[in-house]
């Protein structure tokens, strides 16, 4: 069975969580999110191995950062509607395994909606809905899905610390900060399912410096996150940050 997922697929199976009565660890996230889109729409109106020309290109500037950080909360959101439909969510998750999911597949969702909701807000058309490729995971065994789970927080984590350096309005650096926050919380929670107390792992954790910079999280440039990001798109959704690092 393919594992490439259409658009209209991933927003419908993602229609259910959405509509779901709301716990008080989910209302905080969507207030949050809600609030960031007024923000933002207050501020917003004032080398690929690959033929580049195959390649979507996320923009430049402010508008940019957005694209690239909503084009990235689409393959995550697919994801997690992936798992949460999938055999070990259905048939061998337990009930604390199954809640978390569900709640980091709303999360991932209104991550989504924002990022939408602000581009367009800011006068800027958002890319199109991308179509992932995750033929490479295997959804029915809990190993497979928590490692990629895994990949995928750390890799967005990576990418908010590493594109703050382009953001010029105070207000999107900001929200990117507080929704980076969030993805370190999903990124602990998914690493302590794996292995207890490996949240501070030194492959996400910097311990080789010392002074201002000792023991703050890893950052990656765009050009490098968005090279592991097009391994799980399908061709005509990979990613370029031509105006981006």
């Known amino acids: 069975m393919s594992n490439i997922i259409k658009p ?5 199976a993602l229609t259910k969580p959405l509509y779901a009565p709301i716990k008080r660890r989910s209302f905080f996230m969507y207030a949050g999110a809600t ?3 007024t923000a933002l729409a207050l ?6 191995s690959e033929d580049s020309s195959s390649l979507l290109d996320v923009g430049a500037g402010d508008v940019g950062v957005l694209n690239y950080a909503y084009a ?55 890319l199109p809905n991308l ?16 490692n990629a789970a895994k990949a995928f927080e750390d890799l967005g984590v990576a990418a908010y610390n590493g594109a703050g350096q382009y953001i010029q309005d105070a207000a999107y650096l900001t929200i990117a900060g507080k929704i980076v926050s969030v993805e370190a919380r999903h990124a602990a929670l998914i690493r302590d399912l794996i292995t207890f107390n490996s949240f501070v792992g030194d492959d996400v954790v910097d311990f080789s410096t010392t002074g201002a910079t000792a023991r703050q999280e890893k950052s990656k440039l765009p050009s490098q996150v968005l090279e592991t990001a097009n391994m799980y798109l399908a061709d005509g959704s990979k990613l370029r940050a031509s105006s981006l690092g």
């Open 8 to 12: 209209d697929e991933t927003d419908n």
């Open 35 to 37: 609030a960031g889109v």
């Open 43 to 48: 501020a917003g109106c004032s080398d690929d």
């Open 72 to 126: 990235l909360e689409q393959l995550e959101a697919a994801f997690y509607a992936q798992v949460i439909a999938g055999g070990y969510y259905m048939n061998n998750a337990n009930a604390a395994e199954k809640q978390i999911f569900q709640d980091l597949a709303l999360h991932e969702k209104i991550h989504v909606d924002f990022f939408r909701q602000a581009i367009a807000a800011a006068n800027a058309t958002p």
């Open 131 to 146: 179509t992932p490729d995750f033929s490479t995971i295997n959804f029915g065994e809990r190993a497979s899905v928590l």
